[in-house]
Every structure is written in C-alpha cells, then in structure tokens.
C-alpha cells in the first residue's frame, strides 16, 4: 500500500483498515445552501454542523453529471521521518460510470481508466497492466481497484479517488460505534479562499480535516488524514514528545472543473504498447496461520522474566494468545475485552497470554500501570513468535484448543469481538471441534 497511507493505516487506531474500507473512507463535499441545525450547547453546535456539512457536501458531489478535479498530494513515507513523497494529480469522472485517475511522482506514474473497453490498471514505469471488465456504476470501481492490487503500485495514497466513486456518510463513520463523529472547527483560509474547517474521527486517534470552501460552490479545498503520535512506538525521530497530532498525508491545490471537459480517449482503456499483463499488483502475502494444525511451540518469556515452555501446557489447558502491541489503538480496545472474557473461565483450564509484539519492558509496563491492566505478559522482542503464527496484522488472537491445535485465529478488532470469543469458550470447554468452522471476520489491526 502507498507510503503514506499505509504508515497511518498500520500505526493508528484503525489504521489497519482493508482496502474496501480505505475506499469507503470518503473525502465529501457541499450544496449550495446548507441550513444547519441548531444545539444546545456550543459543542453540539459544532458536531451537528460538521454533519450537515459532510451530508450537504456529499449530496453536492453525487448530484453533479462530470466534473475534473486536479490536485497536489504530499505523504509522509515513515514515521518521524522528514522525508515525504509529493504526488500531483488529477481525477475525471462522467456519470454514471466514466471514469479516470492518474497520478505522477517522482517514483512512477499511475492510470486507472473504467470506460469504453472495460476497466485498466496502469503502471506506467513498470510497464505493466491488469484488466476487468468495465464496472456499470463509479461505487463498482473500488471493487475493481481491489481486485487488481491497484492500491498497492500508485504512489498517491488514493484518497481522492476514492471519495469520489463512493460519496456516502456512512463511510465515514467511526469504529467501532458506527457514528459520523465530524465537528467544525471554524473558518480559515486556504489559498485565498475562507473555507470552513470540518474534523472527522474515524476511529480513536485517527482523524480527517476537512476545509470546505464556503462560496456558491463549497467543495474541498484540502483535505488531511491526522494521526495521534502517541500511539506511535517512543523514540522515533520528529515525533512530538507527549503526543499530538500528526499528518500522514494531505490533498492541497485542489481545483474544479465543473462540468467536465475531456479528451475523446480520455474514459478509453487502451493497454499500452509493449507493457506486460498482468493479474494483480497485489504483493504475495504471508500466508495465514491455518487452524487444525499443531500450534507453533516456544518458551514463555513473561514481562517478569518467568519462562514457560509451551508445551508444558499443551494438553492441559485452552490457550489463548493475543498478539498486540501498545501503540496501536485496536489492540487496546481487544485486550481489557480479552482479560474479562478470559477471566470468566479461570476455573476451566483456560489460560490468557498477552504477546506483545516488539516492545521493551518499560513502555509494557507503564502502559499497562496507566491503563490499570494486569494481564499475563509473554515477551516477543525479535517477533519471532508473531511470525510463527503468520502475524501480519495486529491485534491478532489464536486459540489452541486442549488437543494442542490450532482451534480458532481472529485478526483485528470488530464489533461482536466479545460475545464471539466468549462463545469460542464455551464451545471449546463443551469439547467442541471449532478448526473446521469458518472463522471469525478479521478488521483493522
């Protein structure tokens, strides 16, 4: 996934997220008059206007027949790091279903074309391509972008186009309550132009801004995704001590063109000359811990420094594992769930081991003192166990039943998470097989 995105998808609260739902997260815009409703306080106020704002600014956006839009877009490519990749780009789209995107860095160039022809993925340096056939509405071309890996080979972090092709609220709501949290900040100026300033939570500690112009037609004149650097491991260079906000990536310079004018070939998918074909530009990706198999054994190296082999319980107990780590926010929401759901059954044979992932013993121990947990700790500072059990993605729980197998393997944290473990336990202590069922849904992590 591109640079930017990827980093505040992986190191924030939900930053995690699948690609149907980075697509689903929508940059909106506005109609021409907006009535606001009013509130009984000064922050309701502003909540209630975030609101009406991202829903007037939506329906603007799905009632236009074409429109082009051009724009800069700047990522951060790690953490701290001062060091960031500027995309410039623009993206043409003619109802219901024409449609384009290309983008240009210093690292390639991208075209994405859904038309006449059917749909094609181009990357243009690597002079490849990946084809389907055309999608009949623009909400279909982000399945396409799925499946052909597309996200993975542009350098733009794909924000745009994405709002675009899915202009709907309910994209834009939080986890996991499922609410459209947006609160207006106030008017600020933006190359000239006053536009209204509208922050979006989209999960804990990870934001979208929003500056809506407020003239005749209020679209977006930029737009940032804000992650909290606390949840970020310590250390790292250009992190604010203490926390804050950061940005991972941000669109500037935007410009509209309503309606749109195109070129003849402009919605045309034309492979080009000499490129090869391929199926997808999706990276091989480790393969998924499989259920029914033996568990991977390793020695328990507790945060007290107390090992345990394994294998000393295998047989004995229903194990369950939960690979986490303090600075990402699904993990931190999973595990006090995975202490209290655990807890219940300490009278049958069941017991919990938190594996952090990669972290020293003073940040575990002063997370867990801050946030009041007293979970069994099992240490993994070379990751070496995460990558026994094909961790990819975190928070990730396995459960190994008594026989000493893989029974069940959840990645991220989604709603239902804790009544579906509890059941999980149950049904083990009731002696039932679950390896063979199919498993629980992964979300972000």
Same mark, same amino acid.
Request: with cysteine; aromatic share 8%.
């Given at each position: 996934?591109?640079?930017?995105?990827?980093?505040?998808?992986?190191?924030?609260?939900?930053?995690?997220?699948?690609?149907?739902?980075?697509?689903?997260?929508?940059?909106?815009?506005a109609v021409?008059?907006?009535?606001?409703?009013?509130?009984?306080?000064?922050?309701?106020?502003?909540?209630?206007?975030?609101?009406?704002?991202?829903?007037?600014?939506?329906?603007?956006?799905?009632g236009?027949?074409?429109?082009?839009?051009?724009?800069?877009?700047?990522?951060?490519?790690?953490?701290?790091?001062?060091?960031?990749?500027?995309?410039?780009?623009?993206?043409?789209?003619r109802?219901?279903?024409?449609?384009?995107?290309?983008?240009?860095?210093?690292?390639?160039?991208?075209?994405?074309?859904?038309?006449?022809?059917?749909?094609?993925?181009?990357?243009?340096?690597?002079?490849?391509?990946?084809?389907?056939?055309?999608?009949?509405?623009?909400?279909?071309?982000?399945?396409?972008?799925?499946?052909?890996?597309?996200?993975?080979?542009a &350098?733009?972090?794909?924000?745009?186009?994405?709002?675009?092709?899915?202009?709907?609220?309910?994209?834009?709501?939080?986890?996991?309550?499922?609410?459209v949290?947006?609160?207006?900040?106030?008017?600020?100026d933006?190359?000239?132009?006053?536009?209204?300033?509208?922050?979006?939570?989209?999960?804990?500690?990870?934001?979208?801004?929003?500056?809506?112009?407020?003239?005749?037609a209020?679209?977006?004149?930029?737009?940032?995704?804000?992650?909290?650097?606390?949840?970020?491991?310590?250390?790292?260079?250009?992190?604010?001590?203490?926390?804050?906000?950061?940005?991972?990536?941000?669109?500037?310079?935007?410009?509209?063109?309503?309606?749109?004018?195109?070129?003849?070939?402009?919605?045309?998918?034309?492979?080009?000359?000499?490129?090869?074909?391929?199926d997808?530009?999706?990276?091989?990706?480790?393969?998924?811990?499989?259920?029914?198999?033996?568990?991977?054994?390793?020695?328990?190296?507790?945060? =007290?420094?107390?090992?345990?082999?394994?294998?000393?319980?295998?047989?004995?107990?229903?194990?369950?594992?939960?690979?986490?780590?303090?600075?990402?926010?699904?993990?931190?929401?999973?595990?006090?769930?995975?202490?209290?759901?655990?807890?219940?059954?300490?009278?049958e044979?069941?017991?919990?081991?938190?594996?952090?992932?990669?972290?020293?013993?003073?940040?575990?121990?002063a997370?867990?003192?801050?946030?009041?947990? $007293?979970?069994?700790?099992?240490?993994?500072?070379?990751?070496?166990?995460?990558?026994?059990?094909?961790?990819?993605?975190?928070?990730?729980?396995?459960?190994?039943?008594?026989d000493?197998?893989?029974?069940?393997?959840?990645v991220?944290?989604?709603?239902?998470?804790?009544?579906?473990?509890? $059941?999980?336990?149950? =049904?083990?202590?009731?002696? $039932?097989?679950?390896?063979?069922?199919?498993? &629980?849904?992964g979300?972000?992590?």
């Open positions: 996934m591109r640079a930017g995105l990827s980093f505040a998808l992986q190191k924030g609260a939900s930053y995690r997220m699948s690609i149907s739902r980075a697509a689903q997260v929508a940059l909106l815009g021409l008059v907006c009535a606001l409703p009013l509130a009984g306080t000064a922050a309701a106020q502003d909540q209630q206007d975030g609101k009406a704002l991202l829903t007037a600014f939506t329906t603007y956006l799905a236009l027949d074409s429109f082009r839009v051009t724009y800069s877009c700047k990522t951060v490519d790690e953490p701290g790091a001062e060091q960031s990749t500027t995309v410039k780009g623009s993206l043409s789209v109802k219901p279903a024409f449609y384009r995107f290309q983008c240009k860095a210093d690292e390639g160039e991208w075209i994405e074309v859904n038309g006449e022809g059917g749909y094609i993925a181009i990357d243009v340096k690597g002079a490849k391509y990946a084809t389907r056939d055309a999608a009949d509405s623009l909400d279909g071309i982000m399945e396409l972008t799925g499946s052909t890996g597309a996200t993975y080979g &350098p733009d972090p794909c924000f745009l186009n994405m709002m675009v092709t899915v202009p709907n609220l309910d994209f834009l709501k939080s986890e996991p309550d499922g609410e949290n947006a609160k207006l900040l106030g008017v600020e933006v190359g000239g132009k006053q536009c209204r300033r509208v922050a979006v939570t989209l999960s804990e500690g990870v934001e979208l801004h929003l500056w809506l112009d407020v003239g005749r209020p679209l977006a004149c930029k737009a940032s995704l804000l992650f909290d650097a606390s949840q970020l491991p310590p250390g790292l260079p250009g992190v604010p001590e203490g926390g804050g906000m950061m940005e991972a990536f941000s669109y500037t310079d935007m410009v509209w063109q309503i309606p749109g004018e195109f070129a003849t070939d402009e919605f045309t998918a034309t492979p080009p000359e000499g490129a090869e074909q391929v997808s530009f999706m990276p091989e990706q480790p393969a998924q811990l499989q259920t029914g198999i033996p568990a991977p054994e390793f020695d328990i190296v507790t945060l =007290d420094g107390d090992k345990t082999p394994l294998t000393d319980l295998l047989g004995e107990k229903i194990i369950v594992l939960d690979f986490w780590a303090t600075w990402c926010g699904p993990c931190r929401e999973a595990l006090p769930i995975l202490i209290k759901v655990t807890g219940e059954f300490k009278d044979n069941i017991v919990f081991f938190a594996v952090n992932q990669q972290e020293d013993a003073d940040t575990i121990g997370f867990l003192e801050k946030e009041g947990l $007293k979970p069994t700790v099992a240490m993994d500072p070379e990751g070496k166990i995460g990558e026994a059990y094909g961790v990819t993605g975190i928070p990730q729980s396995v459960i190994i039943g008594m000493g197998r893989v029974q069940v393997v959840h991220g944290f989604t709603a239902g998470f804790e009544e579906q473990l509890r $059941k999980n336990l149950e =049904d083990l202590v009731a002696g $039932k097989d679950l390896s063979a069922e199919p498993q &629980p849904a979300g972000g992590g």
